[in-house]
């Protein structure tokens, strides 16, 4: 759910925190994103594609597409992945379940694919891609803001806002924009505009309804942004609110939501390492054509189309090498690593055509 109703308030009470911008201004920046979210859309917003094992492969598809026009668009992503809810989230969970009546072991048994091996395909997905991945022990959004926090990523790309309470300084919305246009959220600027601390923005947060406890009746958004700008607190907002109009939620877990935000529990970010590599197009091709069905022409097509982004990308930079008199010719292989698959004899790049034999004559192909 993340913060209900908190980008709209902030487009009306902080519109300069908000700004619309390009993915080419990213170019060169590392960006985290909250994995279980993006492939959360690929699952709803793409058509069901079912290979011969009746495995719903569309969230696959989705996730090898979307990370390589990210990485031809010059941006290094990083993948987080949700571990552990929280105690507190599992109790909201189960009333939301009881409302819809649908549990994740429910979710589970009626998928085509269980949660635990779509989280194993990514993973094995990303390998191949050579883009580095971390696993989150609990909510991944406070990961994602602890990796910004520490200078590993300067933005956090997720749907949910939870990320500005989490305490990135930065969040980036609709990076699945048809028009290219994304939306990015300056944390520092929304508690300057809006006139409060990172503390009283997470009581803010809580007010306006949140993943770890209910939220006080009676409180619109701007009513509660008003309240909190005028007594600093929760605590003093209740003192001065009449209790019959806005009674407490039953055992509300004020002080143990704020920690969960405050002092989230986050990967450790100095065992944290990313290293991006060149996509292993052999190890692609098994993996999506022959090991999950996907098909083969067009994961080569794409691959062909990476090569060819690859090498407009390296082109100034050897036309630079060249205008600068270097003493010697530097070649392609220098830009970016090619692995060699010495054992099997075979090429790091699967997908090339087939060669005909010149003796042999060309034979008619029916339809």
């Not at 052999?282 to 090569?307: G, I, T």
């Not at 990308?313 to 060249?322: F, V, W």
């Not at 090619?338 to 005909?356: A, D, N, V, Y």
């Amino acid at each position: 759910m993340g913060i209900a109703k908190l980008a709209e308030l902030i487009k009306e009470e902080a519109p300069e925190a908000v700004r619309t911008v390009s993915l080419e201004q990213f170019r060169g920046q590392v960006v985290a994103l909250d994995a279980s979210v993006a492939i959360y859309q690929f699952r709803t917003a793409m058509p069901k594609i079912v290979n011969r094992h009746g495995q719903n492969i569309s969230p696959l598809q989705g996730l090898f597409y979307r990370t390589l026009y990210l990485l031809e668009n010059g941006i290094k992503p990083v993948f987080v992945f949700d571990g552990k809810p929280p105690d507190l989230k599992q109790t909201v969970l189960a009333k939301r379940a009881a409302v819809t009546g649908i549990t994740k072991e429910a979710e589970d048994s009626t998928s085509d694919l269980p949660e635990r091996l779509r989280k194993q395909d990514s993973e094995t997905l990303l390998s191949c891609l050579g883009v580095p991945y971390v696993q989150a022990p609990a909510e991944a959004e406070a990961t994602c803001a602890a990796l910004v926090k520490s200078g590993l990523a300067s933005c956090t790309a997720t749907e949910d806002m939870d990320a500005l309470p989490f305490g990135s300084g930065r969040l980036l919305r609709h990076l699945n924009a048809k028009n290219g246009d994304l939306e990015e959220i300056s944390l520092p600027v929304v508690l300057q505009k809006l006139n409060l601390t990172h503390e009283q923005f997470v009581d803010l947060c809580i007010l306006l309804g949140c993943d770890y406890c209910e939220k006080i009746r009676g409180f619109g958004p701007k009513k509660a942004l008003k309240l909190l700008q005028q007594h600093g607190s929760i605590e003093l907002v209740v003192q001065h609110t009449c209790r019959q109009k806005h009674p407490l939620p039953d055992n509300w877990p004020l002080e143990e939501t704020r920690r969960l935000f405050l002092q989230p529990e986050v990967a450790q970010m100095s065992q944290v390492v990313l290293e991006w590599r060149e996509p292993d197009e052999k190890k692609l091709v098994q993996f999506l054509a022959r090991e999950k069905h996907m098909n083969e022409s067009r994961v080569c097509r794409r691959m062909e189309k990476w090569r060819e982004s690859r090498l407009k990308q390296i082109q100034p930079q050897l036309m630079g090498s060249l205008m600068e008199g270097s003493p010697r010719q530097q070649k392609i292989g220098e830009f970016f690593r090619i692995k060699k698959h010495q054992s099997e004899g075979l090429s790091s790049q699967p997908c090339r055509k087939k060669q005909k034999p010149k003796d042999q004559p060309e034979t008619a192909t029916g339809t």
